[in-house]
């Protein structure tokens, strides 16, 4: 089936020590996004990728950065996670062409601790 | 800017009874509106949605209609189970570049046996 994955599901880190989460995509879908999700609040959306063009959204820390080599695969990457940082991490993707449905598809979500 | 705003949880309810989470919403132009649903530990997954005017979706005995009178798209269901429990989110989407997503606050459903 097509479908979002990340990897790993479950992430511990060290206050300070750098963490890169996953996320690929079977759906070749053209725009992928990371969301930060604490306390089943809504997500908060960090930054997305329409294919290649990264933005992010103005309140998004500068600790938080993100790659996608190709359309399968993005990255989340926490230079220096902080207490704060611990939360739900959710990958989405969504498809921007003519005769599309448009809704964003999600995946399993990763959960970081910070030690 | 665009806005969601959904009934405060947790709800709780016994095992048949009739669910409804109210949602409405503040957007210019016709948004498309989503129910997803997210269960302990897990993502978001899509539970229904719809895109225009008096629309209904309709997915797992779960029903909303887009009432672009009331700006509203309530979900309902006619006999919840316990498996129901879970947080839904209320969202709206707007067709633009990069189509993003504005969602509720989320409300917790707990079902009773």
């Known amino acids: 089936d097509a479908m979002v994955i990340q990897n790993p599901r479950y992430q511990v880190t060290q206050f300070g020590k750098p963490v890169t989460l996953s996320c690929s995509q079977t759906?070749?879908?053209?725009?992928m996004y990371w969301y930060q999700q604490k306390s089943s609040q809504a997500p908060k959306l960090l930054f997305h990728?329409?294919?290649?063009?990264?933005?992010n959204e103005a309140d998004t820390p500068d600790n938080f950065q993100s790659r996608r080599p190709n359309t399968s695969f993005c990255f989340l990457d926490i230079r220096s996670p902080g207490l704060g940082d611990a939360a739900m991490y959710l990958c989405?993707?969504?498809?921007?062409?003519?005769?599309?449905?448009?809704?964003?598809?999600f995946g399993p979500g990763t959960r970081l601790t910070v030690t | 800017g665009d806005s969601v705003t959904q009934m405060e949880g947790p709800v709780t309810l016994s095992e048949e009874a009739f669910l409804t989470i109210n949602c409405t919403y503040t957007?210019?132009?016709?948004?498309?509106l989503f129910w997803y649903v997210q269960y302990p530990g897990e993502g978001l997954q899509l539970l229904l949605k719809?895109?225009?005017?008096?629309d209904k979706g309709s997915n797992k005995g779960f029903e909303a209609t887009y009432r672009k009178e009331t700006t509203s798209f309530h979900l309902e269901k006619g006999s919840v189970q316990v498996s129901d429990s879970a947080v839904y989110f209320c969202?709206?989407?707007?067709?633009?570049?990069?189509?993003?997503?504005?969602f509720g606050g989320g409300t917790r459903l707990m079902v009773k046996p």
């Open positions: 990728y329409y294919d290649k063009d990264f933005n």
């Open positions: 759906l070749n879908h053209n725009v």
């Open positions: 957007a210019t132009g016709y948004p498309s």
């Open positions: 719809a895109t225009k005017a008096d």
């Open positions: 989405a993707t969504s498809i921007d062409r003519a005769s599309s449905s448009y809704e964003q598809y």
């Open positions: 969202a709206l989407l707007r067709y633009n570049a990069g189509n993003m997503l504005t």
